[in-house]
């Protein structure tokens, strides 16, 4: 069990995190950000196992992983 | 009569030693910036390394230079070495590196900086010297800086950014920037006639025999992230080592100037960039 | 055929600089001119000339010399940090008595600066930013299409007098949008130049050099340019006065006016280029409130105008020089009035522009000095 935190408001949605998870947990935000942009956010939580592909391919530093 | 006051004793390099207030070990902080205190969620894999700043960058979206930034920061964490670290930024999209790394950044004019680099390091050879580039920086306006300090060997580490294209100054052609592609300044696309063909950097230096290690990574996925974060440890242990010269390329995306979104960004380096700026390492050290 | 245009400077200048019959540009990208280089790398293939985006401004300045060289007429532009590049070429370029014309949208420094717009290349364009004793005309517009005339007119005083000219534009000009009227492409006919390397078929071999081992012959060269310059000084100044009475009119044409004598007005400000822009609506607040103050405006700023300044100090209680820097002109202006008036300084820096509010107050206070 691995928990994601992602800091919205530095989130420049690139979509990096979300093409590369290899379980698909990512997707884009309904609402925006303090940049008026949507922003990634985990979908499901439960299946993550904190490879943390997603913090690497993340050029905001804008997600943290726990395992 | 006056009492002598000791001379203070002065180290090899020339430089009395400090004792460094602040805390030798890196600690791995959170994105807030707080330190790591016992956490409910358990441990952190994956976080924001000691040696970056809690800065939002003013890069574009799916700007590969995010992601290389962190990565030296995170090789210079993983090494130990922040405290003998000295970076140089360029003059480009990467100029303000001194506002997100933590430790010690001069600025340099445009393209000379492998020889800011060459200075720094010739005069406290203790330091760990690195310059990072864009494609202008190094291999335009600075390549008799970039063919000198390679040839002369100097024990310095270059990363060099390979986006294809000037960023800072509005998307102009850059000596990397590939046949056929529309840029400011090749509106019809470049020529290998009146234009030249892109510059190959690490192939170009190879023969010369002060340089050591030069290898070419990409940022199209995690496996060559990986990899190029790989590389740049490689190229900073082989100064650490004296073993001599490295530069480590790193193929990244412009989805702005390349008129491409993130993704697609992605995919133009996979299917235009590496045919054409083969990956691996091109030298490696005896 | 002549037709105004909506352009920003940057691109106007180009134009004109193809319409005067320029048909080789060499540049490097930096701001505030990269539209430079963007125009250009279309414009000149559509012309039949070449761009070449050089691989730095060094690069760039001594490909217009080789250029110029051959008898072309050749271009590059650059901003502050870049020009300082080019101060070898160009004094190579006087050294070696070739025409061509360098065009600086000045930015803020010391150093990589800002890209704010800025006066402060002011000493390194008058006084000869390289090395050795030279000079070069340079010409400071103050609108669009004082940026365009004074463009087009640069090729024929650099051709004319075999010397590099000027364009000492800045970040406000090149990046602002103005209505102009595009001159007539020129006829393709230039000047004839004998002394340049176009192969020595029928003739004795022209040699471009710069170089005088023996001294007297460098000497001999000095004094030659020397008569050159002098001959600038006596027929190339120009400048503009705006008046008081002026402010109620609208201003005379720009550019090439040769100035009259203002009448007596209690303060003159002294300002060039986008400066004077702001001052000369300083000038009409004043005006409107009662106050006599008028605008002195060098157009070019070497050959300075120190006798038509001379002159129109006489008849003034003050000056106050409004400069984006630290106070370059305002050496020139105390070069022409020497000490018998008052001379004030009001100047922004590192980019930042004054407003026209700004130069009102410090021109009260420099009025409630003399009044």
Redesign the interface.
Known sequence: MATIIINKDRCKACGFCILFCPKQLLQMADDLNLRGIHYACVRCEAECTGCAICGLVCPDVAIEVFK | MTTRRPIRPVTREGHPKNPDPRPRTPRRR???GHANPP?P????????PAS?KDV??H?????????VH?MVAEVVDELGIRERVVGVSP?GCA?LGYDYWDFDVS?A???RTPAVATGMKRARPDLIVFTYQGD?DLA??G?AELIHTANRGENITIIFVNNAV?G???G??A?TTLEGQIT?????GRTLE??GAPLKVPEMIAPFPGTKYLVRTALN??RN??IAKRCIKKAFQCQIENVGFSLVEVLSPC?TYWRL???DA?KWIEEKMIPYFPLGEIKVPN | MNHKVLMCGNDAMSEAAVRAGCRFYFGYPITPQNEVTAYMSWRMPEVGGTFIQAESEIAAVNMVFGAAAVGARAMTSSSSPGISLKQEGISYLCGCELPAVIANVVRGGPGLGSIGPSQADYFQATRGGGHGDYRTITLAPSTLQELVDLTYLSFDLADKYRNPVLILSDGVLGQMMEPAVLPEMMDGKLPPKPWALTGARNRLPNVIRSLYLDVDLLEKLNLKLGHKFREMEQQEVRFEEFNVTDAVLPPRPAGLSRGRHAPAADLILVAYGSVARICRSAVRRLRQAGQRVSLFRPITVWPFPYEPLATAAERAKALLVVEMSMGQMIEDVKLAVGRCRPIGFFGRVGGCVMSVEEVVQEARKALEEVQ
């Open positions: 959170t994105a807030q956490d969620r358990g441990r952190q894999v994956f976080g924001k970056l939002p960058t890069f574009c979206s799916g700007c590969g230079h995010g992601l962190r003059v100029v600025e004019a445009h393209g202008g335009a306006i390549t000037y800072m100054t509005g102009q052609m000596p400011a300044t090749t509106p019809a009146g234009c996925n995690p992230i990986s989805p979104s993130p993704l992605l």
